[in-house]
């Protein structure tokens, strides 16, 4: 039977979704690590599902400031998958590659900019790419659009595109480790109910 809502997934669903996030953050962690030239793990992720309010409190509060990486999926599974850019991760990524870090967002110039843009598409693109390749879907990305605003108005895009079907939308988080410090790892993944009825028929978990 088909859902119509995130919140009436089922236990096995969840496990199910759970893994993906698992081998998706994963896979993230791997091409980090190669873009960065140094070692990067993820802690063990964690899967939920949350109203959006409450996944903006899991970020940490509508009002603070974070880079924003937004990329529309298409093909056969449709939604939005954002991915979080807390300043302790911006830095990780700036001092890596450019060398020099930042004290405030306000900061950030075109080069920053396109650093941290292309780390959000690679993130973004390898955990499609572990979900599509294990439920064997066809998923198109766009060019990624980035933002740095606060977290309440940055979460507005997938509120207003998709908050008509379900007031509900998967969190996955954990923490990227790189040479003893942690820095939090934080994507958002909305899938309309369609696609998400889709994808959990091909992952051999709805009894539809």
């Keep these: 039977m088909a859902i119509k809502n995130y919140n009436e997934l089922s236990s096995l669903e969840l496990d199910t979704l759970r893994e993906i996030g698992s081998m998706g953050t994963g ?15 993820i802690t063990l992720p964690e899967v939920r599902i949350m109203g959006y309010n409450e ?8 009002e603070e400031i974070t880079a924003g990486v937004l990329v529309k999926m298409g093909g056969q599974i ?6 979080c850019q807390q300043l ?11 060398g020099a870090g930042i004290s405030d967002y306000a900061q950030l110039a075109d080069l920053e900019n396109s650093c941290l843009i292309e780390v959000g598409n690679i993130m973004i693109s390898t955990f499609i790419n572990a979900l599509s390749g294990l439920a064997g879907l066809d998923v198109t990305l766009t060019v990624p659009a980035f933002t740095v605003d ?6 507005a895009v997938p509120m207003a595109e998709y908050g008509g079907q379900s007031d509900y939308i998967m ?6 480790v790189c040479e003893n410090k942690q820095v939090p790892c934080r994507l958002l993944m909305s899938p309309d109910l369609r696609s998400l ?10 009894d539809e």
């Design 55 to 62: 996944a903006i409190e899991w970020i940490g509060g509508p």
């Design 88 to 98: 302790d991760f911006v830095n990780l990524v700036l001092e890596s590659v450019l």
């Design 78 to 83: 449709n939604g939005i998958m954002l991915s």
């Design 150 to 155: 606060m977290q309440g108005a940055i979460l």
């Design 171 to 176: 969190t996955i988080g954990g923490n990227f």
């Design 197 to 206: 009825n889709a994808l959990l028929r091909k992952l051999g978990v709805s």
């Design 27 to 41: 896979n993230a962690a791997t091409a980090l690590s190669q873009m960065l030239q140094r070692e990067v793990r």
